[in-house]
């Protein structure tokens, strides 16, 4: 994708911002437990923020509420760089999910980048679901409606809202098992105490190469490089099934300009980095190259847009 004028504009800013950010270590609240999707893509960045600035960035995982309970501690912290957030899709999923929240995505935090971007992945735990391929998975469903279930990372993720969006376009119904974030629900998936899941390719990557769980299905219109044995959506049958999970990076509101400028900066130089890219490559993920105000605006849409599939779907918290 290639980068906007106002994209490059907040690059030349941090180029010339001369901030003396950061001078000692950093806090990266992940509002999920270790192991699921969004430490995939949070411990390379903070290795690699290590590395580019000298000093340390520690991961705080605050999991609960569908990565709400980690939202609202990040959004009262100290505006001052030393405590970043990093958000994802569920996020915009949040305020058309939930009556009450402690914090407002939009106005309590200032949007810095999006670091990564995954499309979702049907697996299967191959025990519990012994079929070959995604046309014998629908007829099994669809002869057993209701008997099987599908596992989420909590109600109102994108998880959750993967599922439902697949029912309502499958015209097959499977019940939704929430956790407490994707990382304990693939462990359940993996034990067969759950038999599917609408799951970041990201997080799922390892275990399918490892044949612990089986994909059946990427979202989208065309097949994963990472995985290209998989087929995509619209070729089965679905060309309006397309969910990305994203994951962004965020500040606290009143985060002084220099240190968001010197944090997308850094952001931008780590994507750039081997590490991060053969990271990326071998979790079917993309570096979108949103930032700044860009992000901010694309926040504001994924926020309609899932207002939307929540009011077609019915879906609820369980």
């Known amino acids: 994708m290639v980068l906007s004028a106002v994209a490059c504009a907040t690059f030349g ?13 950093v806090s990266l609240i992940v509002p999920f437990p270790a192991g699921g999707g969004t430490d995939t893509f949070a411990r390379p960045l903070s290795a690699q923020f290590s590395k580019l600035t000298g000093k340390t960035m520690v991961i705080d ?3 609960g509420a569908g990565g709400n309970l980690g939202a609202g501690v990040a959004a009262k912290a100290p505006a001052d760089g030393y405590t970043l957030f990093m958000g994802a899709v569920h996020h ?3 305020p058309s999910m939930y009556p009450k929240l402690d914090y407002d995505l939009e106005r309590d935090f200032v949007p810095l980048a999006i670091v990564a971007s995954v499309p979702h992945v049907l697996v299967v735990n191959p025990k519990n679901i012994a079929v070959a391929d995604f046309k014998a998975f629908m007829e099994l469903v669809k002869n057993s409606p209701g008997k099987f279930n599908y596992g989420s990372a909590g109600g109102g993720t994108s998880h959750h809202l993967a599922g439902e969006l697949f029912k309502l376009q499958s015209k097959t119904f499977i019940t939704h098992i929430p956790y407490r974030g994707a990382g304990p629900a693939l462990q359940d998936l993996i034990a067969g105490n759950v038999d599917m899941m609408f799951d970041g390719l990201g997080s799922s990557a390892q275990h399918i190469k490892g044949g ?12 994963n490089p990472a995985f290209p044995d998989v087929p995509c ?11 990305n999970t994203w994951y962004g ?12 400028a010197r944090a997308i900066e850094e952001v931008r130089k780590a994507s750039a980095s081997d590490e991060i ?6 979790s079917g993920a993309d570096f979108p190259n949103l930032t700044g105000a860009q992000f901010g605006s694309f926040v504001s849409a994924e926020i309609k847009k899932w207002a939307v599939v929540v009011k077609a779907s019915g879906a609820k918290l369980d």
């Open 13 to 25: 800013l941090g180029a010339h911002a001369q901030s003396s950010w950061p001078t000692k270590p």
């Open 92 to 94: 915009s999923i949040a």
């Open 61 to 63: 995982n605050r999991g």
């Open 233 to 243: 959506a619209a070729e089965l049958g679905l060309p309006d099934y397309n969910v």
């Open 277 to 282: 890219k053969t990271s990326w490559a071998n």
């Open 212 to 223: 612990r769980i089986k994909a059946l299905m990427v979202s989208g219109n065309k097949r």
């Open 249 to 260: 990076l965020w500040a606290p509101k009143g985060t002084p300009a220099d240190v968001q």
